[in-house]
């Protein structure tokens, strides 16, 4: 592992001045995972706001063990360690909480307006341009120890920098707002938004999350196919509960509760 420059640690924390969930900063020009980094800072007790950025990722990851393409130059990679002290179940809700923040964030920036893929996909022209993987640490009280929020975001790819396999389903911000877009505007206002929930959420108000999400969420009330652990379920993408978790009425009548899987459009 490199340590920083394109992202100057100096130069963020500047940047980030008034964002008050970053409180420390760690900035590669390559790393393996920032999700990896940031989790072995948080088990050696890293403050609540530690930020890991890179330039590069090699061994991205992505949600249900997939790999994330995370090339220099293009987009941003970032992890922050959070330590919301509270039941491991509420965790889901962390995560549509940060696909909101990072939709907000570009509706307010650039006025285009994502929609949201269950659970934490954020879409413009229904492909994908931010995923998120949320990894939690259980303490021995039963309650989070932490939490390390991973956010991807394809900033400035052109179409030829995805890979074939992703080409159709992967979109950049570059793509639709056709000219090049300054990565650190994107990151001060994403981390901007999340603190602003993130805190709202800290002071007790969580059904706003909920809200803010099925606003954004163009699937609900139509027929979908979830996967989950290589079973498909079909039914009508009902509503998602107060936890986060989806609903999905089936066709004999009856809902079932989705903690994860992958949502598919017949
Ligand atoms: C997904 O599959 O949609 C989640 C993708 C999450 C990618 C981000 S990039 C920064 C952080 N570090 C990782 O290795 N993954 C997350």
């Known amino acids: 592992m490199k340590k920083k420059v394109l992202f100057n640690g100096k130069t963020l924390s500047h940047e980030l001045g008034r964002h008050r969930i970053v409180r420390k900063i760690y900035t590669f020009d390559q790393i ?5 980094y940031a989790k072995y800072l948080a ?10 950025i890179s330039d590069r990722q090699v061994k991205g990851k992505g949600r249900l063990g997939r790999t ?3 090339p220099a130059g ?8 959070l330590r919301p002290g509270m039941a491991p179940h509420k965790a889901g809700l962390i995560s549509l909480l940060v696909a909101v923040s990072v939709a907000q964030a570009i509706e307010e920036l650039l006025g285009l307006r994502p929609a949201l893929k269950w659970p934490n996909d954020v879409l413009l022209d ?5 995923g998120i ?6 303490g021995a009280n039963k309650e ?9 975001i394809n900033v400035n790819q052109s179409a030829d920098d995805f890979p074939d396999e992703i080409r159709t389903k992967a979109i950049s911000l570059k793509l639709v707002w056709h000219s090049e877009i300054d990565r650190i505007e994107v990151l001060k206002s994403s981390l901007y938004k999340v603190g602003q929930n993130y805190l709202r959420f800290l002071n007790g108000q969580h059904a706003f999350v909920r809200a803010e999400w099925l606003k954004r969420c163009p699937a609900v009330g139509g027929k979908i196919v979830v996967k ?6 079909a039914g009508i993408f009902e509503s998602i509960d107060e936890s986060g978790q989806l609903l999905l009425r089936c066709p004999g009548g009856s809902l079932l509760k989705i903690h994860s899987g992958e949502v598919m459009l017949p």
């Open 126 to 130: 229904s492909q994908k341009f931010c």
């Open 68 to 70: 994330w393409e995370s």
């Open 74 to 81: 293009k987009g941003l990679w970032f992890s922050i360690v």
């Open 228 to 233: 989950q652990n290589g079973n498909e379920y």
């Open 43 to 52: 088990q050696k007790g890293a403050e609540e706001g530690t930020l890991v």
């Open 32 to 36: 393996d995972s920032t999700n990896e």
């Open 133 to 138: 993987l949320v990894e939690s640490e259980i």
């Open 144 to 152: 989070l120890s932490f939490l390390v929020v991973g956010i991807g």
